[in-house]
């Protein structure tokens, strides 16, 4: 079993982040010069969830890079629809292909996948739990435009429970000096608790605040997040959260002049489109800044010598996952396991705790 996967960047040393923010900047400055550093290799694209950005970005990096990609965006076109589990359609795939990319909606699934596969497994996203290339996205994005990860107001708006690039950029930006965070999001979406502790013990400040046009003057990085429709139980509850936040010139009218608006996209209604015309509104450039972070990871992942993930998959374990969204409870062959975090014992799939 190999166990070189992305599932999470915090597996990787922040050294291997800045190696790899290091060769996305070099890729952004003189792309053409890297065509063909993957040629005869093939990138499998499995969505089982919508995507827009990351699935393609992934195909551009691949393509820009001379490799070839296979893949689905919809399972409903691909034998899951027939009821195949997720084992047998990674033990495939992989025999396909060289890297693995993997969005599902449930949480923990990529490290399902990854202990699936016979090539190395990126998560693109699972369910509300991480999304470790956008992170690595937004943190070229910073390199690039800020030119520093350290000692930055870093204001998190909009649904900080559900949205995994928020979880992911937390962890991740917590491990850079200096940082801190303000979270702007109503008492129902505010960002799980696990990962505020971690944040703390990263020595990172956090505070809140319920207003974005109180907190938006102090910030130096707005990261906007929309509002994640596909993981609230009912549509009135969805309904109440939905118009909470909305970025316009008007409260952009109070934010420093070198404010940087970042949005891992899509928008729904949290940001106006006029926004789009400062010069502050930088999301664009950062689904750009995606590309070549993709075409540093691929490069990274096909050399032999990686390892993402030296510390395994945490130990066997009998208990079942309290989270009804985790993968082992809806792929029930799932080996059960789990990981030491501080005094807690977690979930090594979707890190939840375990009770008991
Ligand atoms: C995000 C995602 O899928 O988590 N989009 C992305 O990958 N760029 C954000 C979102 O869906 O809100």
Known sequence: MKTNHLIDLNALPVKEWDKLI???????????????????????????????????????????????????????????????????????????????VMRHPLEGSSLAGAISSSCPVI????????????????????AAYRGRLTNLKIGLCGDLKNGRTVHSLVRALSLYAGNEFVCISTENLGLPEYLKKEAEENRARISYQSSLEEAIGELDILYMTRIQRERFSSPEEYERERTVYLLDSEKLAHAKEDLMILHPLPRVDEIEMAVDRDPRAMYFDQALCGVYARMALILYMLDSNANCMAGGFGKASETVCPNGRCITNHEKYLPKYAKQKGHALLCSYCETQLEG
């Open 22 to 100: 290091a060769s996305a900047l070099a890729i952004r400055e003189n792309p053409q010069s890297y065509y063909g550093a993957a040629e005869g290799k093939i990138l499998a694209t499995l969505f089982f969830e919508p995507s827009t950005r990351t699935q393609m970005s992934f195909q551009t990096a691949m393509l820009r890079l001379g490799g070839r990609i296979i893949g689905f965006d919809n399972p409903s076109g691909s034998s899951v629809s027939k009821g195949e589990n997720l084992n047998d359609t990674i033990r495939v795939v992989s025999s396909y292909s060289d890297i693995l």
């Open 123 to 142: 998560n693109a996203g699972d369910g509300g739990h991480l999304h470790p290339t956008q992170t690595l996205t937004d943190l070229v994005t910073l």
